[in-house]
């Protein structure tokens, strides 16, 4: 088996030299230090490379059963790993200190988060939908209900669960169909749910004492549509003194019941749940937020539940780099410059494995950008530099979650080819990745989803203006690389994409506020475009990388990680960024074959 | 369960408009008409449909199992849909009749092969070996081997294998290790062998009577590296009359046996087998072809082999755009234009099934143009014609090889996309068809050994002239469009993916003749040209496909097929053949990144 190593350099290089721990001087943070940020990333590796990655094969050999009854068996050392990790206190890192948790920097936790998901995926799962509640929670949960779970989330002996699908009701939320009654005649303030959804991730499982369900349901008398859709904290087991049931019965255990779980592609460590609310009297639940606001409220939360999947998409694609560089520096088969050879000499194999590594910096150094601009969003002290860090930060999520995703599928897939037949052989490992990434395309919003948020919606009520913003620090980069002459050829490279990425955005605006065609036509650009920006940003994050690492080099660094820096930031400049400037193209061809296509005609 | 429907309709077009039945003009066809073939085309579709397809996912969860003492149990109903195709005399039609096949065009065996492969990617890997034994004895084999052998292979009631791989010796098979005896003190000319061969497809199974193995193996003092390497043939069961055991009993049973099978990521329903040779006294084995030549033997018939991969993995792409298509007109999410629609309404999801359908199209129509230049290679009368042609072959190979599988990947991906959360969902289906097309890119050559085929040897050796003189045709259609203000815009961006092409060329053929860099340098290249070449000439097919339809639409024709070609052609040449020009940009950035990087630096 191939050991983890979670790239604790790389996410030092990040936060300290791209970064430059900007996070660390913002108010709140006052207690953070490099030297703290240094040992919690330390602390983290460990975790993840000792106690979660070892359970990744297994996991997903042995995968996860439901017992009679509606109880989840999960693979061996599961049910230990979560409980190091809640018991290490990892689960609070990135919640303030208010709460409970310890108020370290988003760009910490995210780092923390790509770790472990790299090392175990379908275990990441679960603090990752229980950061979610305690978002929700604390956004939108009144005092009682804040009081009596939100601690217990946050020291993770509690999990919590996102209940939004319905077999009817995917993408299109509107369609819920959960009831959710109120009981007046009952004691306390609470409704009674009924219904089933479908796809909850760690719906059910032994891990933890409780689960809390977040769930979307319908009032009644609600209207239709997603202004009749509210959100109700669902336990799985009620508290003491709980409303008791129509029996006269403590209710101790809530009507909500794991009905099945999925066979997966992949994160068989995972369960994914159908859960059936209300076979009873109905499962008890608490109303989070306002009635009617159920939609709204779940998407507040989901902002930053789609940077995690973005994260862990690119967690997943380091695994696959590092799979894929053991073997190939391992492996010996050929000749290079006449003797023999491991695969990793050969030029074709080079190719395939500088790409899937400068691609997974890349992705890595967006995705930390974008969560020190959360940071920033969150924490300046200035109204405007607040305002104008959640901007970007609107429009760098959408991307940071489909592109992270798509890439890391294709960094997955290259981490197969590497290993040739030995890649398809289930024991290596490789396959595993590549099933486990093809779920982050698809969940959290699919990734067409993410196309239409950035370009139907983010662009069009700024103008674009958060996107021009960026697009213009971008070209401050291409200056800064043409200043160094070893550089120019990237500065040209990447200022190629900046006007590419300029005119497509005309392009993407007219057709948003196109009469004729209507606010449709828009979606027909959205994933060409989410593509172009997410090459131009990785690109320019590359720039920034080539820029601090040809520096740290002329300063007399004889550390070998500048020199692969300087690589991987060539490749991806001028051999991954071209393959994103094709969207430009392909955005001006027009989209009359698409807008005259008719599925079924043949 | 969505049903398979083989695209007889697509085959017939290119069949019939594209190639306008060239090859049944060539000498050797008289019999073949185009009704017989449309007669062929319909039996081949219902065999698919009806036995085949729905054998797909229960084999897939079923697998295979082997058994104790070395059987390997199919899952249900294989034997008997194995059995249907060799009684339906399919197992022949694209052997000559001389050989006592049908003799029927490379072409229209390559539309039956897609049919089946798209109804059966496991299954279908048993006469696709089977087809490579036949090769390799048909063209190697001593009269008195392919008297006792082809007839039952040609008939399909014995089956072939291919054995190359041992766990040191991958694409480099230079490593095989393997060794064949001499015998010339026992009865018979014969060699006994001694090794392990590993990745054996359909290496042991109950479905035929006998298997025959070809075996990669060494004879004593034979000179190291591929010069020392001879093909053997060994027999599962002996035939009577063979020469006795060391013990003195009828060796019935030959000492080779199956001593695992492998966990594989997809097709599962395809024993893949380890077999240990002479664990005994040495398995009983007859030279073909020369000794020392194994190597040359293997690859005449692996430039067969590897077309059909291509084709395979275009069965497969079909497949799963018929899973795409028939789950997104009916799933009602959100609305179009103001009310509710299916989700084949919306502009995103559109291009994805666009995106699917028009690369599948262009495919298939690339991989049935080298079958029909196969078939002129073998056929023509003029020895010019079918020497050209067979320069194009070969050329167009390890496009077909790679380009169709790498491309069915990418489908059978999208796919899974456009189902959403139940794309994930194994049940579905559409996840099969990912991890079924995903070894297609590995086996029979990796995609990257058929990269540097292509740039560092099929063009190296003739200095791109066949290359050169595709490309010359593809402008020639190019004009053909122009011609068209219709198709004025097409011609246009066909065009320039021509130029794109052109200039490529040039640099790589610099680039294998630099004798500063030497001949590996070419390796950097291959991949991005290989890509290259394939859009073009898959934008090429596309645009032959839009003047036959616009042809048929200008005459009259209401047949939706031809409007639905005309959208396909234009995605592929609008919207997919940008992407791959994008690879001149890759070529022309220069290979120092790759030159200079140490993948054990980091």
Redesign the interface.
């Known amino acids: 088996m191939i050991p983890f190593a979670a790239p604790v ?1 790389d996410f030092r290089f990040v936060l300290e030299e791209l970064l430059e721990h900007g996070s660390l001087a913002l108010p709140g943070f006052e207690e953070a230090s490099p030297d703290l940020v240094e040992a919690v990333l330390e602390e983290a590796a460990r975790l993840a490379n000792e106690v979660w990655a070892p359970l990744n094969a297994s996991g997903d050999r042995q995968g996860c059963r439901r017992r009679d009854g509606g109880g989840v068996t999960l693979p061996d050392g599961f049910i230990e790993a979560y409980r190091a990790y809640a018991e290490g206190g990892w689960n609070g890192i990135g919640v303030s200190e208010a709460l409970g948790g310890q108020g370290l920097p988003e760009v910490v936790a995210s780092a923390v988060q790509e770790m472990l998901h790299g090392a175990n995926m379908a275990l990441g799962l679960c603090p990752m939908l229980t950061a979610g509640a305690i978002e929700a929670l604390a956004h939108h949960g009144s005092d009682a209900l804040k009081e009596t779970y939100l601690p217990r989330l946050i020291e993770g002996s509690w999990t919590g669960t996102m209940n939004l ?1 319905e077999p ?1 009701a ?3 939320l509107s ?1 819920v169909r959960t009831r959710a009654v109120p009981c007046p005649d009952e004691e306390g303030d609470h409704y009674r749910l009924f219904g089933q959804k ?2 909850i991730t760690w719906g059910e499982h032994d891990a933890a004492e409780n689960i809390l369900h977040l769930v979307l349901a319908r009032t009644p008398d609600a209207p239709e549509g997603n202004r009749g859709i509210s959100l109700f904290l669902v336990p799985k087991y009620l508290e003491p003194g709980s409303p008791v049931g129509a029996d006269g019965s403590l209710g101790e255990r809530n009507d909500v019941v794991c009905a099945s779980i ?5 994160i068989h460590g995972s369960p994914t749940c159908t859960l059936s609310f209300g076979e009873h009297d109905g499962a008890i639940g608490y109303l989070v937020g306002e009635e009617g606001r159920g939609l709204n409220h779940m998407f507040t939360m989901m902002n930053e539940a789609r940077h995690k999947v973005g994260v862990q998409g690119i967690g997943v694609a380091e695994r696959a780099c590092q799979h894929a ?1 053991a073997y ?2 391992d492996r ?3 000749k ?2 006449g003797s023999e050879a491991t695969i ?1 000499e ?9 790409s899937m ?1 400068a691609r997974t910096d890349a992705l890595r150094a967006l995705a930390l950008y974008c969560a020190a601009q959360l940071d920033v969003a969150r924490h300046a002290a200035d109204d405007a530099e607040r305002a104008a860090a959640q901007a970007r930060v609107e429009v760098l999520i959408p991307v940071v979650k489909a592109f992270s995703t798509d890439q890391a ?1 294709e960094i997955a ?1 290259l981490g ?2 590497v290993h ?2 030995m ?5 290596t490992g490789a ?1 595993q990745l ?2 486990d990434a ?2 982050a ?3 959290e919003g ?3 989803i993410q ?2 948020d950035l370009a139907g919606r983010k662009l069009q009520r700024d103008g674009g203006a958060a996107l021009t913003s960026l697009i213009d620090d971008v070209e401050a980069t291409t200056q800064a690389l043409a200043a160094n002459p070893a550089l120019a050829g990237l500065a040209r ?1 990447l200022a190629a994409g900046v006007a590419d990425l300029r005119a497509a955005l005309v392009l993407v605006l007219e057709q948003g506020t196109d009469p004729e065609s ?1 606010p ?2 828009v ?2 650009y ?3 475009f989410l593509a172009l920006v997410g090459h131009v940003l990785c690109a320019w994050q590359m720039g920034r990388a080539a820029l601090v690492a040809s520096a740290a080099v002329e300063a007399g660094s004889d550390d ?2 500048y ?2 820096k300087l ?1 991987s930031a ?2 991806a400049i ?2 991954w960024l ?2 994103g ?3 430009r ?2 955005i001006e ?14």
Chains 1, 2 share one sequence.
């Open positions: 350099r699908t009817q995917g993408s299109d369609r479908i796809f999925e066979h997966k592609l992949g560089f190939a520096l010996v088969q050929g290079a410059r990793s050969h030029l074709d194999v080079r190719r395939m494995l500088l590594r599928v897939s197969v080819q040739g037949g890649g398809y052989i289930e024991e396959a590549l099933r093809r779920i395309p698809i969940y699919t990734n067409g196309a239409l490279c209507g449709d036509a979606q027909a959205a994933t060409p070998p990680f020199a692969a690589q060539d490749f001028r051999q071209p393959v400037r094709a969207q193209a392909v061809a027009g989209m009359e074959s698409l807008a005259a296509f008719d599925a079924a005609a043949r």
